[in-house]
Each structure stands twice: as C-alpha cells, then as structure tokens.
C-alpha cells in the first residue's frame, strides 16, 4: 500500500508546493500557490486528488472498486476530485495522479517553467 509518507515526496517533489492542513478535517493537504491539488484521507486509507472531473469519471466507470468522485455538497454540489483506495493501486498510478493533480491547479507559467526545466 502507498503510504502517506510516499504521497508526501511525490507532491513535494513539484516546484512551489506547501504541505497545510486542511482547515475543517484536519488532515494533510498538499497545495500549489495556495490551491490544494492532493490531500489524504480516512486515516491514510484512501487520497483524494483533484484532476478533472472527465478524468475522474473514466477512472471511476473502469474500476468502481478503487475510484470515487467526491463532490461538495454545499449550497451548490461542485466536483472536488477523484479518491483512490490506496491498498488497490500502483505506485506509478499514484505519481501520475499527483503530478495530473499538480499540473492541473498550478498556474500555467509555473508549468511550463516546470517543463522547460
């Protein structure tokens, strides 16, 4: 199983991140220029990441099992990101996860920096 830890330097490991937590559940989040990209769950159980909601859903109709949408329910329902049973998937989905994450809530120059890099 993929461990905190694991998460923790693979997120890390992308320029300008932050480790916070997250202010209502307590748990660590991983942020880029104060946006959460990444952040644990269910006692290290489980991970949500926060990728597009087209991806979420293709993932989640392959393997049900291991996926699941997470949606706010506040006034309005907004989608947050795709959880992950972290006993069920691979290290390398896990990385390919957190940096999809990452690049999808970092801003596009700091991308490109990143990828000229």
């Not at 990101?81 to 700091?110: C, F, Q, Y």
């Amino acid at each position: 199983m993929i461990t905190s830890e694991e998460i923790r330097r693979y997120a890390t490991a992308f320029p300008e991140v932050e480790e916070d937590v997250h202010h209502v559940w307590k748990l660590p989040v991983f942020k880029v220029r104060g946006k959460v990209f990444a952040g644990m769950d269910r006692g290290g159980r489980t991970a949500v990441f926060s990728i597009s909601q087209e991806d979420a859903a293709a993932v989640v109709a392959a393997e049900p099992a291991v996926y699941e949408e997470v949606w706010r329910n506040a006034a309005t329902r907004s989608f947050v990101g795709l959880r992950v049973d972290l006993a069920k998937v691979s290290t390398k989905h896990i990385r390919e996860l957190i940096e999809g994450a990452w690049r999808n809530k970092a801003p596009k120059r700091l991308v490109a920096t990143h990828d000229a890099g």
